[in-house]
């Protein structure tokens, strides 16, 4: 059927005949039969249920190498044996997912919050960190009420450590990559299609119409046994024209299909995904966008990694690579920024078993480790990184593999600032989940995941706030001339803080430099203005803070443009495997 020599009706009809038993229309029209607990008596395979007028049906969709087996019982049914009628696997699935489609909903939508709610985003704040916020806001007024400018310089003061530190991190992370990286490639395991196991594939997409096309090639070109995978394409039932598109872009793919998810709040991806969760089958899942062009060999770069390492590796992150970084200003440093943050910080996060903030995509699972760790949070509009952390505290493992994925950086200043406005959201809601519990949450870190998890996400967004009031202070004093009026401490703190910025420019330069691949140095004449982008970054930081106390679990969508040309496998942008 993969291979598309047979149709699943064609094959039904002649296991039908085979067994002797009826085969039934590639549409099944009955209600399910519940057993005690009110749950749905199907599975993969096999259905229960009773026809409009009333008749008991089993309907089975037998695998080939049982079809002796099933032969053989199928005598001591006696009178029964006129209710069992072959179906295709997808009207078996399709009955399925409508059956379980109201639990799924409730699930997704619920989510984390339902069992777990201590994990979840759902609630902003706990009342214990309202309470210790508002103490906080009261002491400082009273601070300032008191002591007058001593607060404002020890404000500044401590922005100035929280921007060293970051910095400082930034410049052992550089140094430990330069002193320590090894071109190791990963041996693919040998292709036996009967032994290798089955991939389950995740696209989430919403009004991505135009994305139909290129979306299904790059899918079609994964390199894997096509009977040994399959893809679902996630829409919601609001948009009918990107589930048409995709359903006709589909065609050719038996392997291929769509989900659509029903309307409810949150409207978030991570909702959408926990919807279509349950249908997969897979060892190991993987998720892509929309606009996401991954390398044919990724899968078996992943499968190899988790086959060679222990049951603790629970995710691997597949490094995003921007091609249209020569397109623009920001687009240049949104390349800069990727190249940065997925070829040197997440490996080396990994590589000493540190929690890492996933990307949005290209995230291979073991399906088992990702289900126990209750997948993605539907209320956390930074989902991948919070499951980063929440695999971490559960005792998992994150790696890293070097085969890329292909995608576009947003090109309008608008959507610019939507996305990184919910990255940096999303970032402060993972901190105050993971924050709730802060004893708990270092007794399962350890205290140096507990350090690189404050410094990743708690240090890198008050570093961007840190960041703008910099630049504000020392434009306010240009202007005004007042730096030469400073008093002594003051003088020297500007001058300090000068300095962070131009250490950090150049740690950041060089972090670029040293895994820019040669497509990519052109994109170093843009370095000088990195400054400015933090500055951008920072205002997205202050609307983030802003929609955080409005509308916490808003997503605003990211429209993208496709990619283009699918990699072949031999493509140049591979990199040496690193990973742990």
């Known amino acids: 059927m993969a291979a598309n020599w047979a149709t699943q009706t064609e094959l039904a009809m002649a296991t039908a005949s085979v067994l002797g038993l009826d085969a039934e229309s590639p549409e099944i ?40 087996e099933i032969a053989a019982a199928l005598p001591r ?30 699930a997704a939508r619920l989510s984390l919050a339902a069992d777990l709610n201590r994990w979840s985003a759902r609630d902003v704040m706990t009342p214990y960190q309202g309470s210790l916020l508002t103490l906080l806001a009261v002491g400082f007024l009273a601070a300032v009420a008191q002591w007058g400018g001593g607060v404002g310089f020890g404000l500044h003061l401590g922005f100035t450590m929280v921007a060293f530190v970051c910095t400082a991190f930034r410049a052992i992370v550089l140094l430990s990559t330069i002193s320590t990286e090894k071109s190791v490639s990963a041996c693919p395991l040998p292709i036996e299609t009967g032994s290798m196991p089955l991939y389950s594939v995740l696209v989430a997409l919403h009004r991505e119409a135009e994305m139909a096309p290129s979306l299904a090639a790059a899918m079609a070109a994964l390199d894997w046994p096509a009977s040994r995978l399959e893809v679902f394409f996630v829409c919601e039932a609001t948009d009918p024209e990107t589930i048409a598109a995709i359903e006709s872009a589909i065609v050719p793919y038996p392997h291929f299909s769509v989900v659509v998810t029903p309307a409810s709040n949150p409207t978030t991806k991570p909702k959408a995904l926990n919807f279509a969760l349950p249908l997969t089958r897979g060892d190991y899942v993987v998720l892509y966008d929309a606009e996401d062009i991954p390398h044919p060999g990724q899968l078996r770069d992943a499968w190899t990694t ?24 920001r687009q240049a440093h949104y390349a800069i920024e990727y190249a940065v943050l997925f070829r040197m910080l997440l490996p080396w996060l990994a590589a000493r078993s540190l929690p890492l903030p996933l990307g949005g995509t290209s995230n291979h699972f073991r399906r088992k480790h990702l289900m126990s760790a209750g997948g993605w949070d539907s209320h956390n509009v930074a989902e991948d990184a919070d499951l980063g952390v929440r695999l971490a505290r559960l005792g998992f493992r994150t790696g890293t593999i070097s085969s890329p994925t292909l995608e576009t950086s947003t090109v309008r200043w608008p959507d610019w600032r939507n996305q990184r406005t ?10 105050l989940v993971h924050m709730r519990d802060p004893l708990l949450t270092s007794r399962q870190l350890g205290l140096t995941g507990m350090a690189a998890f404050q410094i990743v996400f708690l240090g890198m967004v008050a570093s961007s706030f840190a960041h703008i009031a910099l630049l504000v202070q020392l434009a306010a004093l240009g202007l005004t001339g007042a730096l ?76 993208h443009t496709a990619v283009g040309k699918v990699p072949a496998p031999s493509g140049d942008a591979r990199r040496p495997a690193q990973q742990t």
């Open 29 to 68: 029209d009955v209600t399910v039969i519940k057993d005690a607990r009110g749950a749905g008596r199907h599975g993969l395979r096999h259905l229960v249920g009773m026809t409009h007028d009333y008749q008991a049906r089993a309907y089975i969709a037998p695998d080939l190498e049982r079809l002796d």
């Open 306 to 329: 988790f086959h060679n390492a222990d049951d603790r590796l629970a995710c691997l992150q597949a490094p995003l690579v921007v091609t249209n970084g020569t397109s623009g200003w």
């Open 77 to 106: 049914l006696n009178a029964e044996r006129r209710m069992v009628h072959v179906a295709t696997p997808a009207s078996i699935a399709a009955v399925r997912e409508a059956d379980t489609m109201r639990e799924r909903s409730d």
């Open 422 to 431: 919910r990255w940096i959201k999303g970032w402060i809601q993972t901190w």
């Open 484 to 559: 030469l009026e400073a008093g002594p401490s003051h003088g020297w703190l500007y001058a300090i803080d000068a300095g962070n910025l131009v250490l950090a420019c150049l740690v950041f330069s060089a972090s670029f430099l040293h895994v820019a691949l040669p497509g990519e140095r052109p994109l170093a004449t843009k370095l000088w203005a990195v400054w400015a982008y933090w500055g951008l970054v920072s205002y997205a930081g202050i609307r983030a803070m802003w929609q955080l106390s409005r509308n916490p679990h808003l997503w605003e969508k990211t429209p």
